[in-house]
């Protein structure tokens, strides 16, 4: 992304085969779309490429999360509650999924 620095980029594959992945960009100017300045993707899915939770803005869509196959509004906060609400919605899938077991 030629607009944008990158300010935090992790991923992490868990013993069971799923994948977290975590991407967040500072744009160079803010929009009405992103008046935080900021792009964003976490994601979390499973090896094979099932999406279980993932947090993102894209264009024209705004601030949003996919939760088991739904998609909803997101209100962005700040940085530090964006991925605190990620890992907690991850926390929530893996315990609805021992359940199941």
């Given at each position: 992304m030629a607009?944008?620095?990158i300010l935090f980029k992790v991923k992490k594959i868990y013993p069971d085969g799923?994948?977290?992945e975590m991407v967040i960009w500072q744009l160079l100017s803010k929009?009405?779309?992103r008046p935080?300045?900021?792009k964003y993707r976490l994601y979390y899915g499973t090896?094979?490429?099932?999406?279980?939770v993932r947090y993102d803005n894209e264009t024209g869509k705004g601030d949003h999360r996919h939760l088991a196959?739904?998609?909803e509004a997101y209100i962005f906060?700040?940085?530090?509650?964006?991925?605190?609400?990620f890992?907690?919605?991850?926390?929530?899938m893996k315990r609805k999924g021992n359940e199941k077991n």
């Open positions: 607009n944008a620095i799923t994948i977290k929009s009405r779309e935080h300045g900021l090896a094979d490429g099932e999406c279980l196959g739904r998609e906060l700040n940085i530090e509650t964006l991925v605190a609400d890992q907690y919605d991850i926390e929530q």
